[in-house]
């Protein structure tokens, strides 16, 4: 697996994401993902199923060490204090030491930021996160949390696909050194595959349209995708993006999409009283 390096952190650029995985269909898919050569894992506190993921790890007898896990804080957990205890609950649960990345999951702007970052600088230097990080910030704010932070951060993880502008987000993550991942990577699928744009460069490649998705994001400096696949023929299928090429008129035609600007998820009603999402480039 491709990697990227940023801050300090090699980052595996496709990540398995979990999010609605449960139980034994997660450890199971978990494993699975990681015998066909997946070597990092998107959980969080929120999605329930970090002990499945854990076991995943271990049924697959992959070494822990090869693994790159990132899990997450809730943005109600993210004062000092609850951010240290909600990192070493979610250790408890995965079964781990330590994660590899340790992420804010969407900021809250009832609790100031500079206590967040300094948790999360203190659940790093305690080993409890190999790397820190934060996801659903917009560029104001990862500005501030870049200069809170006495580590660096190594990763903004915010929703990113083709039908979504975050040209800002990505500079912004570029001049700090930080990977930028994206989630919902594959727009969830539906319309986005049906595009001209997709559909021309899957013909010319003898690719899936998903394939040539995860291929135009991975094309692009410091971005990581965290696809998530029940079936494992599209398991398999989103790893294998390393025996072709998009030229860069279709990067441009794919990332013309853009203007669309469609979001899948939006700050909730907390966040909206206060913080807004960068505007298109
Ligand atoms: P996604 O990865 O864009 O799309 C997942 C959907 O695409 C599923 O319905 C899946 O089908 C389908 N799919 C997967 N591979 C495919 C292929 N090769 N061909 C056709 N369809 C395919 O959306 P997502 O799950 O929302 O996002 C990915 C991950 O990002 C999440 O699991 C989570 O880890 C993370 N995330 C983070 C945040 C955050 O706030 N930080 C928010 C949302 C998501 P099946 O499942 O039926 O196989």
Same mark, same amino acid.
């Given at each position: ?10 980052? /595996? ?28 894992? +998107? ?13 995943? @790890? ?27 205890? %909600? ?9 781990? +030491?330590? @994660? ?8 809250? /702007?009832? @609790? ?25 910030? /917009? ?14 951060? @190594? ?44 559909? +021309? ?6 690719? %899936? ?64 009283? %206060? ?7």
């Amino acid at each position: 697996m491709h990697n990227v390096m940023v801050n300090g952190a090699a980052i /595996p650029v496709i990540g398995l994401g979990t999010w609605t995985l449960k139980g034994e269909l997660c450890s199971e898919l978990v494993a699975h993902a990681l015998s066909l050569g997946y070597r990092h894992l +998107d959980t969080a506190a929120y999605y329930e199923n970090e002990t499945a993921v854990g076991e995943g @790890v271990r049924f697959s007898n992959i070494p822990r060490d090869d693994v790159f896990v990132t899990t997450k804080v809730q943005y109600t957990d993210i004062a000092p204090g609850d951010l240290e205890r %909600s990192a070493e609950e979610s250790l408890k649960r995965l079964g781990l +030491d330590t @994660v590899d990345l340790l992420l804010i999951h969407w900021p809250n /702007p009832e @609790v100031p930021l500079a206590g967040s970052i300094k948790a999360l600088n203190s659940v790093r230097n305690s080993g409890m996160a190999r790397h820190i990080g934060v996801s659903n910030f /917009p560029t104001g704010m990862l500005a501030e949390a870049v200069h809170l932070s006495d580590a660096p951060l @190594v990763a903004n993880q915010v929703e990113y696909h083709p039908y979504l502008d975050q040209t800002k987000v990505h500079a912004a993550c570029r001049a700090a050194g930080m990977a930028m991942v994206a989630y919902c990577p594959l727009g969830r699928g539906g319309a986005l595959f049906e595009d001209a744009a997709i559909g +021309d460069s899957a013909k010319r490649h003898d690719k %899936s349209p998903a394939q040539i998705v995860l291929r135009w994001q991975v094309q692009q400096e410091g971005l990581v995708a965290i696809p998530r696949a029940e079936r494992k023929e599209w398991l398999a299928e989103n790893i294998d993006l390393f025996d072709f090429e998009l030229s860069s008129e279709e990067m441009v035609a794919i990332s013309r999409l853009r203007s669309r600007n469609y979001r899948i998820h939006d700050f909730g009603s907390l966040q909206r009283r %206060s913080l807004q999402w960068d505007t298109p480039a």
